[in-house]
């Protein structure tokens, strides 16, 4: 399965756009790259999922370019409760198997 | 979306004791997963454990430290034997439905 490389950690402000970058360098043609998220002391829940150029939802936008080779999350005008950590994981739809990379642990200040 | 529980939700153990982690569905799903996460670290996936057949663990698991149990197809349980220091983790059970959903977690903390 394929891994996955984005930031640490990001900080962004009350109502600002936050983008977060994914690097799946090695990703195969039938993989989907699905994101989640994760507050402190509860498990991960699944964000937005997709395979190509672009996905949107009621809480975020996905952005696939066309070599698949990286993905960005989009949060539109975040809170404070968007303050979590944010994993990009990548893999054939349907797959149990996920690698969870270290995660990018965005932190939403007033 | 299924909705998963675990019970303890944490729990403080001596070393060389063992503790058993339930985790319940309010659906029949077929799969059900174990995952660690140590502390300030990502999860990393214990086991499979389906109904009717021997749980599939993943390398550095094994099944003599972390037996599993899958009687039906809403309920398993997750056991950490003989417990050091070191298995102090989240313990988070999770299941495939069209998503893949995560329970709470079980704090375990063993001293």
């Known amino acids: 399965l394929a891994k996955t490389t984005q930031p640490i950690s990001m900080d962004s402000y009350e109502g600002q756009e936050v983008n977060i970058t994914c690097s799946h360098n090695?990703?195969?043609?039938?993989?989907?790259i699905t994101w989640y998220q994760q507050f402190p002391s509860q498990g991960p829940r699944f964000i937005i999922q997709?395979?190509?150029t672009k996905v949107t939802n009621e809480v975020a936008s996905l952005f696939i370019p066309a070599d698949r080779k990286s993905s960005t999350l989009s949060l539109p005008r975040v809170s404070l409760s968007d303050t979590a950590v944010y994993y990009c994981?990548?893999?054939?739809?349907?797959?149990?198997?996920?690698?969870f990379g270290t995660g990018t642990r965005l932190k939403v200040l007033a | 979306s299924a909705v998963i529980s675990q019970k303890p939700s944490r729990d403080i153990c001596q070393r060389g004791t063992s503790l058993t982690i339930q985790c319940q569905v309010d659906?029949?799903?077929?799969?059900m997963f174990w995952y660690r996460q140590q502390p300030g670290q990502s999860l990393t996936l214990i086991a499979t454990?389906?109904?009717?057949?021997?749980?599939?663990?993943e390398s550095g698991f094994v099944i003599d430290k972390f037996p599993i149990s899958r009687p039906n197809l809403t309920f398993s349980t997750l056991t950490v034997s003989n417990m050091s220091p070191e298995d102090s983790s989240i313990y988070l059970c999770?299941?495939?439905?069209?998503?893949?959903?995560f329970g709470p977690g079980t704090r375990l903390t063993v001293l």
């Open positions: 999770s299941v495939k439905d069209n998503e893949q959903f």
């Open positions: 090695n990703i195969a043609t039938n993989d989907y």
């Open positions: 997709g395979y190509k």
């Open positions: 994981l990548v893999g054939p739809r349907g797959t149990y198997k996920y690698i």
């Open positions: 659906s029949q799903v077929t799969m």
């Open positions: 454990a389906n109904q009717g057949s021997e749980a599939t663990y």
